[in-house]
């Protein structure tokens, strides 16, 4: 076995150590098997005895005292087995039982090895398992540990981790600004010290009965650029406490003084613009507030995180209507913000609804097999969702979307995406209705029935059929939609004093008129604005009332804006949860969806009224 020296990059030409064993080794690690930080090597021999070297000062020797059985050993792998802070060794062979070699101690430390950290469960109940004190800590949690070495070696930095589920998951426990983490020394009968554990700043929120605290103890020698496990390890003392119990940070949801319940809490984490998603459990399923208002379950909050809380208040199978307590911006939400420890009241107001839509969206083909156009689908259905958002300043936006493949759901969806290119895009104005439906004003004469969205797999402004161009596809969806859901009509059309439709650019401003604009992102609801530059647009001439009018008329509980809103330019919670489902029936489809006509000798023409039929299995 040979030992080639590195200098700056470049490989020594001769080995700078070999050993004087003839073995036919397999498998090599390093390791820091002895803890006075240099890295000793293990070498794993076929049918041979494996051998361990121990680094003296630079000088690979080997330990003759280590004499393992002869075994076909194919890997060789260091890692602490027992917990106990020293690293031990795993042997991998070939056709026979592998084996585990344990780094022994005598209970506290041995000359060299790492010091011993012990560790006491925090409260006035002794150590015990399982649920067995009745005690429930909060705020700052004292934890007294002990630091034991035959040699008194110092410490160079402990640190502190903490459970909510037993050592399922873990996280880093922030320690007071008073506790000292570095430089600590131990003795040969052990020396106290106290680790004060800062469960605010550490982000406990809830309860948990099941809270375990471990502490790693990094000797003085250790680099801490190799606390965690790679090719090189060396050791750790680490500890870990019998359960105990802990309430953090809590959250409670009001309404008119009164307890929320039912309502969902939205995190953001502190310094995130965007991607804040509910509190929820490990597999993901929301947490609701219960009778009192408070968020059931555990889980972390950190100072600086900004929350926002729904609460229902009226469900239908088209949408769902929450109060909140956020008040939209120009650029996002001014939501509530964890400045404090102790309970997080949110007080939700009918100040501030939010109309979550729930649609159902049909492909006409089967996608299934092409994961781009699936993923650039969910990620446009959000966008669009995003747009309605900032239409309806921060007060109307998608919630949960199901996508059905391969005309899955056609009759019933909302939105039918289909195959071709070339169609443009359209909605029913008020379609979401379940029955013909009179206008809420009884003096207009107009009825809306149940209908669709309709638009082509891709989009642009320009109509080139099969391109996108930027948010083209769901800026335009946006728009359909405030036909579909809003009931609101098209302000770049109006009509002659003949009757005739004519085009209208009068209306700016109003994300009804030519979307593409980069102004036309608001409804309108300045009455005396509407009149003077929107009373020829149809939907002035047809329903006689401003944009916001007809917003609240089919859903009063939403807030017409004293004055125009630029925003919100985002949405920083994930309000809109799209599912794709995979197609009812399998078909086979294309690899290359991409077809080209050939003509019978190179010549001929292809008729305007020709079609390419296709037929599905």
């Known amino acids: 076995m040979l030992i080639y020296g590195n200098d700056h ?19 090599i690690a390093w390791g820091d098997v002895d803890g006075d930080a240099d890295l000793d090597l293990v070498a794993g021999n076929s049918n041979q005895p494996s051998r361990l070297y121990r680094n003296n000062g630079g000088a690979l020797v080997l330990d003759t005292s280590w004499t393992p059985a002869a075994a076909p050993t194919t890997q060789v792998a260091w890692g602490d087995v027992d917990g106990d802070g020293d690293l031990d060794l795993t042997l991998g062979n070939y056709g026979q039982p592998n084996q585990i070699y344990l780094n022994t101690r005598d209970g506290r430390s041995l000359p060299g090895a790492l010091p011993v950290v012990r560790l006491s469960r925090p409260g006035y109940t002794g150590d015990a398992a399982f649920y067995s ?202 939501s509530f913000t964890v ?21 159902i969206v049909a492909l006409e083909w089967d996608a299934s097999t092409d994961p781009g156009y699936l993923d650039q689908l969910v990620f446009n259905l959000q966008r669009a969702s995003r747009y309605l958002y900032d239409f309806t300043d921060g ?52 009825t809306y029935d149940t209908g669709q969205i309709h638009l082509g797999s891709t989009w642009n402004r320009y109509g080139i059929p099969g391109q996108n161009l930027g948010d083209d596809w769901p800026l335009i969806l946006a728009h359909e939609l405030a036909h579909y859901l809003l009931f609101l009509e098209d302000t770049y059309l109006g009509l002659t004093p003949d009757g005739l439709l004519t085009a209208i650019d009068s209306c700016h401003g109003s994300a009804m008129g030519d979307v593409y604009i980069p102004d036309n992102t608001e409804f309108i609801a300045d009455a005396s604005f509407w009149d003077a530059y929107c009373g020829n647009t149809l939907a002035a001439q047809h329903l006689q009332r401003t944009e916001w009018e007809t917003l609240q008329l089919w859903y009063p509980a939403l807030i017409a804006p004293a004055s125009p809103n630029a925003g919100p330019a985002l949405m920083p919670f994930e309000l809109t949860r799209v599912s794709v489902q995979q197609p009812l029936t399998p078909s086979t489809t294309l690899e290359d969806p991409t077809f080209f006509l050939d003509y019978a000798g190179g010549r001929g023409q292809l008729h305007r009224g020709a079609r390419l039929l296709t037929a599905r299995q």
Request: glycine share 10%.
């Open 133 to 334: 004190s009745a005690e429930i800590l909060t705020g700052t949690i004292a934890i007294s540990y002990t630091l034991i070495h035959s040699d008194s070696m110092r410490v160079r930095q402990v640190i502190g981790q903490f459970s909510l589920d037993g050592g399922g998951r873990w996280f880093p426990a922030v320690p007071t600004g008073d506790t000292v983490t570095t430089n600590l020394t131990s003795a040969p009968t052990g020396i106290t010290h106290i680790f004060k554990w800062d469960t605010f700043a550490s982000g406990v929120m809830g309860q948990s009965d099941n809270v375990v605290f471990r502490l790693i103890a990094v000797p003085e020698h250790k680099p801490l650029a190799n606390r965690i496990p790679g090719p090189y390890l060396y050791g750790s003392s680490v500890a870990t406490t019998f359960p105990f119990r802990v309430r953090g940070t809590q959250v409670r949801v009001m309404y008119n003084g009164q307890p929320g319940q039912d309502a969902l809490v939205y995190r953001l984490p502190a310094g995130q613009t965007g991607g804040g998603v509910p509190i929820a459990d490990a597999t993901g399923r929301p947490f609701y507030t219960d009778a009192q208002g408070y968020l059931q379950g555990r889980g972390i909050l950190r100072p600086g995180d900004q929350l926002l809380a729904l609460l229902p208040i009226t469900a239908t199978s088209a949408y769902s209507l929450y109060f909140t307590n956020a008040t939209p911006t120009p650029l996002g939400l001014d």
């Open 395 to 446: 007060q109307v936006a998608l919630g949960d979307i199901t996508v059905y493949q391969n005309a899955d759901n056609w009759a019933y969806a909302d939105l039918l995406v289909h195959a071709t290119n070339r169609l443009r895009p359209f909605a029913t104005i008020g379609g979401v209705v379940i029955t013909p439906t009179a206008d809420l004003d009884p003096t207009l004469p107009i």
């Open 9 to 27: 990059g470049m490989l020594s030409g001769d080995p700078i150590w070999s050993s004087d064993e003839f073995d036919e080794t397999i498998s």
């Open 339 to 359: 400045a404090a420890s102790g309970v997080q009241t949110l007080v939700v107001s009918d100040a501030h609804p939010l109309l979550l839509f729930h649609l």
